[in-house]
């Protein structure tokens, strides 16, 4: 059959009323539905597991058990499969692509709340708030996919959707490690800064006070002044120190 004559005979069966009309792979609104659930995927388990580097900070931050400071990841990832039960009939009314979007922006402002927790029992209750809100996107993801994605091109985006989820849960426990361990050394530096300046700053009661107080300032003039000092003192403090993650073990 003939390019031409083949195309004219999909114009009129995409014309016919009723039909459903699905997200053909190639088009701009199917790469933009794929990208969009690949990020869906990556943010919800990115934002359960990223607490999982910071336990051992938790545990000395909050003077808990290495125990009970595990509660802040189990209850994250145990209250998704209560909430996955109930998605599924409240997206049928509010609509699965609606249930995601809100899922998705409560799950990140819950995250930003998390870092102002005043105490550790508040943060237990905002980790599962969390856990049961970001439920609705695993919940419905794949049963939005099925109804909007073509099922020629519906394998590729389930696969890029669980894709996400995978690397998210990884990045989610790899980046905040990273980030928790450097901010640590970072702080170290900071609070030992006056140990880099000349000792005369340190001669007297009134001068060590000046010094702690302006400790920042004196931190970027000794930087410029003296680059190579400061990086050796990075290094100590990153060094004498064993890591949060290597301090902390269950007894």
């Known amino acids: 059959m003939p390019p031409s004559v083949h195309a004219a005979k999909t114009s009129e069966t ?105 105490n550790w029992h508040l943060l237990l209750v905002i980790r599962a708030l969390q856990g049961l809100v970001l439920g609705g996107v695993p919940a419905v993801a794949m049963a939005y996919l099925a109804e909007e994605i073509d099922p020629r091109g519906l394998g590729a985006t389930m696969g890029l959707y669980v894709g996400g989820t995978a690397f998210g849960g990884m990045s989610g426990r790899v980046l905040t490690g990273i980030f928790a361990e450097y901010l640590t050394g970072v702080r170290r530096f900071f609070s030992s800064a006056p140990s880099v300046l000349p000792p005369r700053s340190a001669s007297s009661p009134s001068c060590r006070r000046h ?41």
């Open 211 to 251: 010094a702690i107080s302006s400790a920042g300032r004196a931190s970027i003039r000794a930087f410029i002044s003296r680059p190579g000092s400061v990086i050796s003192a990075i290094r100590r403090c990153l060094s004498s120190s064993p890591s949060p993650s290597r301090r902390w073990a269950p007894s």
């Open 14 to 118: 995409a014309a016919i009323p009723g039909q459903k009309h699905y997200l053909t792979r190639g088009t701009g609104a199917y790469r933009r539905a794929s990208l969009a659930l690949f990020l869906s995927g990556f943010s919800t388990f990115s934002l359960l597991y990223c607490v999982q580097p910071l336990l051992p900070i938790f545990s000395q931050q909050f003077s808990v058990s290495p125990a009970e400071s595990s509660l802040s990841l189990s209850l994250s990832t145990g209250f998704p499969a209560v909430a996955i039960v109930c998605a599924a009939a409240v997206s049928e009314g509010l609509g699965r692509r609606s249930l995601m979007s809100i899922s998705l922006v409560g799950a990140a402002l819950l995250t930003i709340a998390t870092a102002f927790a005043p």
